[in-house]
């Protein structure tokens, strides 16, 4: 979980910089790695402007050769916490959460883990994948893939289909 503990900050601008571990922000650890996260925290009476960067290093499977290759990835949002009476139920803003009065901590774990796999690219082209020749068959069974056990109804086929003639 990444909770930034509020008590000790006035109203003002911080700049705080995290590097938590894929666990903290329940991702796969075999996928991410390197996560850094830069915050800016603007911080008034009643609300709470949060600004973050976020980078990794993220472990893809190439989509053209199936190879598994790292990627640099990065990601940024803002989002605001505001009294929950300043939410309207029937606006559709994603970025506002609530921030009850007297509020010690603010949780950015699900804001910050969607951001990350936000920023895994769809299209994940190994380096130097473009250029490289992919084989490709096209039509039937060659003779050496056909099952020998097969034989007797092969010959069967092309003896019917000498008929249809």
Known sequence: MLRIDIRPYAKGVYELDFEPSAEELEVDADSFSKIKIEVRLDISASRIYVQFRIAAIAKLVCDRTLVDFDQAIEG??????????????????????????????????EIIRDTLLLAVPIRKIAPGAEDEDLPITFGGPTD????????????????SDGDDR
């Open 76 to 109: 940024s949002y803002a989002v605001v916490f505001v009294p929950p009476k300043d939410i309207d139920p029937d606006d559709e803003a994603d970025n506002l959460f609530p921030l009850e009065a007297g509020a010690e901590e603010i949780d950015l774990t």
């Open 144 to 159: 050496e893939d056909i099952d020998p056990r097969w034989t007797a109804l092969n010959e069967l086929r092309s003896k």
